[in-house]
């Protein structure tokens, strides 16, 4: 059985910091990703990784900010989140499937999701 499990979420003061993780079992992905979806709005792209880790990819809206890393010998995947903003707060989900580098930033590429972790930022 294949899953995703996330964590490391939590309440933060804006200007702080998390490390989000996302555990996979049951198989291995070659390209994991991150993504958010706020109360009311639609999920989106946060960030994504290749297997060997050389590819990174990120919104701009938090380049410079969020770092995402994997542990191949774990199968978990990373999401440094630093300097976080109130307009941060989300529900963060991790996914993983067998992408192309031009569909890495659509939901509807990667067949396998988490449940989630909640990410609260108070200013």
């Known amino acids: 059985q294949v899953q995703l499990v996330e964590s490391g979420g939590g309440l933060v003061q804006a200007g702080g910091s998390l490390r989000l993780s996302c555990a996979a079992s049951?198989?291995?992905?070659?390209?994991y990703a991150w993504f958010h979806q706020a109360p009311g709005k639609e999920r989106e792209f946060v960030a994504a990784?290749?297997?060997?880790?050389?590819?990174?990819y990120y919104a701009d809206s938090v380049k410079g900010r969020f770092t995402i890393s994997r542990d191949n010998a774990k199968n978990t995947v990373y999401l440094q989140v630093n300097s976080l903003k109130p307009e941060d707060t989300a529900v963060y989900y991790c996914?993983?499937?067998?992408?192309?580098?031009?569909?890495?930033?659509?939901?509807?590429?990667?067949?396998?999701w988490g449940r989630g972790t909640q990410v609260a930022v108070s200013s």
């Open positions: 996914a993983g499937g067998t992408v192309y580098s031009d569909s890495v930033y659509y939901s509807t590429s990667y067949p396998y």
């Open positions: 990784i290749t297997r060997s880790g050389g590819d990174t």
């Open positions: 049951g198989r291995t992905f070659s390209t």
